[in-house]
Nanobody, 117 residues
Framework: VRLVDSGGGFVQAGGSLRLPCAAS????????MGWYRQAPGKQREVVAWITSSVGTTHYADSVKDRFTISRDNAKNTMYLQMNSLKPEDTGVYYC???????????WGQGTQVTVSS
């Protein structure tokens, strides 16, 4: 199963974007799905994740109350709704999933999010 993230773009500070992450097959085996991002010159960092069972969510402190992660298992898709975007949210966003206790090795191309001040 492969994951394809999309939905990035250029937006002004205070704007919103919604990033979908579509799986090529069933996401039933994904215990956890999540979003990471990598800003220029920085290491990749976790943004948010969500469990498959009860939908427990976790957010990085920097995005709490602004971002919302969700998943639609029927559509094999996960989403990241990003509101009140800030320039420091700029980066390449990647979706991934935990299978067998580890994140998938294939991080894909990611989707670029650019927030102007």
């Amino acid at each position: 199963v492969r994951l394809v993230d999309s939905g990035g773009g250029f937006v002004q500070a205070g704007g919103s974007l919604r990033l979908p992450c579509a799986a090529s097959g069933s996401t039933c085996s994904f215990n956890v799905m999540g979003w990471y991002r990598q800003a220029p010159g920085k290491q990749r960092e976790v943004v948010a994740w969500i469990t498959s069972s009860v939908g427990t969510t976790h957010y990085a402190d920097s995005v709490k109350d602004r971002f919302t992660i969700s998943r639609d298992n029927a559509k094999n898709t996960m989403y990241l709704q990003m509101n009140s975007l800030k320039p420091e949210d700029t980066g390449v966003y990647y979706c991934n999933a935990i299978v067998g206790g580890r994140w998938l090795d294939d991080w894909g191309q990611g989707t670029q999010v650019t927030v102007s001040s």
